[in-house]
């Protein structure tokens, strides 16, 4: 193998800390700790050797669950220079999910803190692949051998890091399971690399830059990127509930260029900035994905930042990301108000290395991908994606991949995002909802972004979610609504008579006619901005009149 054929995600940390040793890769401003390049990428150099001398080397699939901390990154990096697979699951799915997760992906080392040690062994999980077993934060009383025990060595050399390439398997990320059972999906070392140029490219990021994400695995793209991750003090499973002041303090403290937010936890910031009068002076970009970040969200978001500064809402999945991107400029002056008139949310054009169609929807396998199928502009069809930064399968899941994947004559492969959609005539997508919230009733074929759209102009909404109740084809529509505030039975039903009106404007909303005020939606746990509209669906089917 030559050196241009050497692909290992951890190469931009080792070539940081030559360019920019002493500027800090990852800063803690609630514990006053910080790492700058040069030190994360020797104790990550120790942490590669001590795995190396207990068995996880190349290859070796590694559980982690270690929360945003200086370890956190340091282990990433470790693992990626050894070459062994990091899987990474969302601790907020539950302890059943996760054992499921565990079993599918069957680690052969685990390495968390005590609590997930503790729920390891009194939960199963792992039990019949974990073999060696690491603790972050504690002693060998946890069932595994100390962090500080395996780092404990002083190298001569730098750790000479795997030579692996662009098609060996990296990571196992797994999905949030919004939408179904979590799914691990299988990242090469050349999905990351992928990832990290198309980030860079799309957004002008420059080495130097202060990052401060909210999301822990975008945190981990920041010392690639080779910029400052400046992690706040939060709950990263429920963004939603953020203290506002643990945002705008930290990112105005150290001059943060770039920040990640959910649209639930952007929504949390952008209201408490605008009832205090607070500003973020230094930020250049804020992104924000898991959903459609409404209009409202946006406007408040950016009087809080500088004139030439922007809002960007990266299109993507687990699966593939980024997919397209668009900005709030486009979003307020043009295509928020088409959203409010039933078109969908517009997410951008695709970005320069991904190939996008839209394709008839179905529920069944393709198995082999034809040009011939895609759709025209303006009609509405499943999305689809091919690139360097798309997932190429499942882990264990030969029927979710044959599902979800679509092999072409050229040996690639096109990943169906699940989701439903259309190009406008000037190549931008219009995003309409995932394809399996679809409303099929006795005539007509609903989709939820348009026809929710159209009601979450109504200024006593904060938001809606349409959902079908009964056998598909003979669905009734059901629109639920929460509210901005609560109000009493008297102000419910003049909300209900005026969104009524509302719908009657547009050919695809006036069909609905049964309307359900809900307290608070049940959300997903990764960003709290995904609504479980199969839930809420169970919920129609027992309370609608």
Same mark, same amino acid.
């Given at each position: 193998?030559?050196?241009?054929?050497?692909v290992? %995600?951890?190469?931009?940390?080792?070539?940081? +800390?030559?360019?920019q040793?002493?500027?800090?890769a990852?800063?803690?401003?609630?514990?006053?700790?910080?790492?700058?390049f040069?030190?994360?990428?020797?104790?990550s150099?120790?942490?590669?050797?001590?795995?190396?001398? %207990?068995g996880?080397?190349r290859g070796?699939?590694?559980?982690?669950?270690?929360?945003?901390?200086?370890?956190?990154?340091a282990?990433?990096? +470790?693992?990626?220079?050894?070459?062994?697979?990091p899987?990474?699951?969302?601790?907020?799915?539950?302890?059943?999910?996760?054992k499921?997760?565990?079993?599918?992906?069957?680690?052969?080392?685990f390495?968390?803190?005590?609590?997930?040690h503790?729920?390891r062994?009194? &939960?199963?999980?792992?039990? @019949?692949?974990?073999?060696?077993?690491?603790?972050?934060?504690?002693?060998?009383?946890?069932?595994?051998?100390?962090?500080d025990?395996?780092?404990s060595?002083e190298?001569?050399?730098?750790?000479?890091?795997?030579?692996?390439?662009?098609d060996d &398997?990296?990571?196992?990320?797994?999905t949030?399971g919004?939408?179904?059972?979590?799914?691990?999906?299988?990242?090469?070392?050349?999905?990351?690399a992928?990832?990290?140029?198309?980030?860079?490219?799309?957004?002008? %990021?420059?080495?130097?830059?202060?990052?401060?994400?909210?999301f822990?695995?975008?945190?981990?793209?920041?010392?690639?990127?080779?910029?400052?991750?400046?992690?706040?003090q939060?709950?990263? @499973?429920?963004?939603?509930?953020?203290?506002?002041r643990?945002?705008?303090?930290?990112?105005?403290?150290?001059?943060?260029?770039?920040?990640?937010?959910?649209?639930?936890?952007?929504?949390?910031?952008g209201?408490?900035?605008?009832?205090?009068?607070?500003?973020?002076p230094?930020?250049?970009?804020?992104i924000?994905?898991g +959903?459609?970040?409404?209009a409202s969200?946006?406007?408040?978001?950016a009087?809080?930042?500088?004139?030439?500064?922007?809002?960007?809402?990266?299109?993507?999945?687990?699966?593939?990301?980024?997919?397209?991107?668009?900005?709030?400029?486009?979003?307020?002056?043009e295509?928020?108000?088409?959203?409010?008139?039933?078109?969908?949310?517009?997410?951008?054009?695709?970005v320069?290395?991904?190939?996008?169609?839209?394709?008839?929807?179905?529920?069944?396998?393709?198995?082999?991908?034809?040009d011939?199928?895609t759709?025209?502009?303006?009609?509405?069809?499943? %999305?689809?994606?091919r690139?360097?930064?798309?997932?190429?399968?499942y882990?264990?899941?030969? *029927?979710a @991949?044959k599902?979800?994947?679509i092999p072409?004559?050229?040996?690639?492969?096109?990943?169906?995002?699940g989701?439903?959609?259309?190009?406008?005539?000037?190549?931008?997508i219009?995003?309409?909802?995932?394809?399996?919230?679809?409303?099929? @009733?006795?005539g007509?074929t609903?989709?939820t972004?348009?026809?929710?759209? =159209?009601?979450?102009?109504?200024?006593a909404?904060?938001?809606?979610?349409l959902?079908?109740?009964g056998?598909?084809g003979?669905?009734?529509? =059901?629109?639920?609504v929460?509210? *901005?505030?609560?109000?009493?039975?008297?102000?419910?039903?003049?909300?209900?008579?005026?969104?009524?009106?509302?719908?009657?404007?547009?050919?695809?909303t006036?069909?609905?006619r049964?309307?359900?005020?809900?307290?608070?939606?049940?959300?997903?746990i990764?960003?709290?901005?995904?609504?479980?509209r199969?839930?809420?669906?169970?919920?129609?089917?027992?309370?609608?009149?």
């Open positions: 193998m030559t050196s241009t054929d050497i290992n %995600i951890s190469r931009p940390l080792t070539e940081m +800390a030559r360019l040793p002493n500027t800090p990852i800063i803690f401003p609630q514990e006053k700790r910080s790492l700058t040069l030190e994360l990428n020797q104790e150099d120790r942490i590669a050797d001590g795995l190396g001398r %207990i996880i080397g070796t699939r590694v559980a982690l669950l270690v929360p945003p901390s200086p370890e956190l990154f282990i990433t990096f +470790a693992l990626f220079k050894a070459g062994a697979v899987v990474f699951i969302d601790p907020g799915i539950g302890a059943r999910n996760m499921g997760c565990l079993a599918e992906a069957e680690p052969e080392a390495i968390g803190i005590p609590k997930a503790m729920a062994r009194f &939960l199963g999980w792992g039990r @019949t692949s974990i073999r060696i077993t690491v603790v972050v934060g504690g002693g060998s009383i946890w069932g595994g051998i100390p962090l025990k395996l780092r060595s190298q001569a050399a730098p750790f000479v890091a795997a030579e692996t390439s662009r &398997l990296a990571a196992i990320l797994f949030s919004s939408t179904g059972p979590p799914k691990g999906a299988i990242y090469s070392h050349g999905t990351f992928a990832q990290v140029d198309a980030l860079r490219e799309l957004y002008d %990021i420059r080495p130097g830059e202060i990052d401060l994400p909210t822990p695995l975008f945190a981990l793209f920041a010392p690639a990127l080779g910029m400052t991750a400046l992690i706040p939060m709950d990263f @499973t429920r963004p939603g509930s953020v203290d506002p643990k945002i705008l303090g930290p990112a105005t403290e150290y001059s943060a260029t770039t920040m990640f937010g959910s649209p639930a936890l952007l929504n949390a910031v209201r408490y900035g605008e009832s205090h009068g607070s500003r973020l230094h930020i250049k970009r804020v924000s994905a +959903a459609p970040v409404p969200v946006l406007k408040r978001v009087a809080l930042l500088p004139a030439d500064a922007e809002i960007f809402t990266p299109y993507g999945a687990t699966e593939a990301l980024p997919v397209s991107s668009i900005g709030s400029r486009e979003i307020l002056a295509t928020g108000a088409m959203t409010g008139q039933g078109h969908g949310v517009c997410v951008g054009r695709p320069a290395s991904i190939s996008l169609a839209i394709i008839p929807v179905s529920d069944s396998p393709i198995p082999v991908w034809n011939d199928v759709l025209p502009p303006l009609e509405v069809g499943e %999305i689809t994606v690139g360097p930064q798309v997932s190429r399968a882990l264990n899941r030969p *029927e @991949t599902q979800a994947k072409d004559a050229d040996g690639g492969v096109w990943h169906r995002m989701d439903v959609g259309y190009l406008d005539k000037s190549g931008r219009w995003f309409c909802g995932r394809k399996s919230h679809r409303v099929v @009733t006795s007509e609903l989709y972004i348009p026809v929710e759209g =159209v009601f979450n102009c109504h200024p909404v904060f938001r809606t979610a959902v079908g109740v056998t598909p003979s669905q009734q529509p =059901v629109l639920c929460e509210l *901005e505030k609560k109000n009493g039975k008297t102000e419910q039903e003049q909300i209900r008579t005026e969104l009524l009106e509302l719908g009657s404007r547009y050919p695809h006036r069909t609905i049964t309307i359900l005020f809900h307290p608070a939606f049940p959300v997903d990764r960003h709290n901005a995904k609504i479980f199969e839930k809420l669906a169970l919920w129609a089917q027992q309370d609608r009149p």
